[in-house]
């Protein structure tokens, strides 16, 4: 009997070892994808935050003209309105170009 036990001891003992070594494979495995997510979700939230920046640009510009101030040197100039407009479309350019070229969008 006692060479039969031994016999079934080592099986065991070999299983014991392979299903450490599942355990320890599907660990790195889990950490792998792990890190895989939140690398993507590093990207989305990089992009949200550029697209965040360049809206940003135009309600800047909007609240300080949705104040109403009375003595505002464009309102009275005939082209005030193409000016501002054409001045936040450029820094709404520069700022998308400057996260473009970062990599960001």
Not at 51 to 62: F, K
Not at 70 to 77: C, F, N, T, Y
Not at 94 to 99: A, D, K
Request: glycine content about 6%; hydrophobic content about 50%.
């Amino acid at each position: 009997m006692q060479p039969y036990f031994r016999d079934v001891g080592d099986h065991l003992a070999t299983t014991v070892e392979q299903i450490a070594s599942f355990d320890s494979l599907l660990d790195s495995i889990l950490q792998a994808h792990l890190a895989q997510v939140t690398v993507a979700q590093n990207e989305d939230m990089r992009k949200i935050t550029a697209w965040a920046a360049v809206i940003a640009v135009p309600t800047m510009v909007c609240g300080v003209y949705g104040m109403n101030f009375e003595h505002m040197p464009e309102l009275g100039w005939k082209y005030g309105y193409l000016l501002v407009v054409s001045v936040t479309a450029a820094a709404c350019f520069l700022v998308h170009r400057s996260f473009r070229r970062r990599g960001w969008l």
